[in-house]
Nanobody, 120 residues
Framework: QVHVVESGGGLVLTGGSLRLSCAAS????????MAWYRQVPGKERELVAHITSGGSTNYADSVKGRFTISRDNAENTAHLRMNSLKPEDTAVYYC??????????????WGQGTQVTVSS
């Protein structure tokens, strides 16, 4: 079983910055990729940023140039640096980690989410 825990959310003013952290633990052999998603009430969860084990990244168009995803493979952690925050970035942010556990059993685990609120 793999557990994913997010931290770092909070309330920030428009134009401010936040850094979200994600830690995966448990029966992990390798993590193929980690990603951040976000969701607001009444809308589908959307991909914000994704990073592979090799460091390749991709971002939603709405956050390109403002958000940066990074990861530490040795620590099974990922971070999302969010700059120039806008009210429309307000959402619950979720971390996802997927890869392989012991005996080549795959996993796809999500955290509980952390609230980010950007006030104007």
């Amino acid at each position: 079983q793999v557990h994913v825990v997010e931290s770092g959310g909070g309330l920030v003013l428009t134009g401010g910055s936040l850094r979200l952290s994600c830690a995966a633990s448990g029966s992990i052999f390798s993590i193929n990729a980690m990603a951040w998603y976000r969701q607001v009430p009444g809308k589908e969860r959307e991909l914000v940023a994704h990073i592979t084990s090799g460091g390749s990244t991709n971002y939603a168009d709405s956050v390109k140039g403002r958000f940066t995803i990074s990861r530490d493979n040795a620590e099974n952690t990922a971070h999302l640096r969010m700059n120039s925050l806008k009210p429309e970035d307000t959402a619950v942010y979720y971390c996802r980690a997927y890869g392989l556990g012991p005996n080549d059993k795959s996993f796809d685990s999500w955290g509980q989410g952390t609230q980010v609120t950007v006030s104007s």
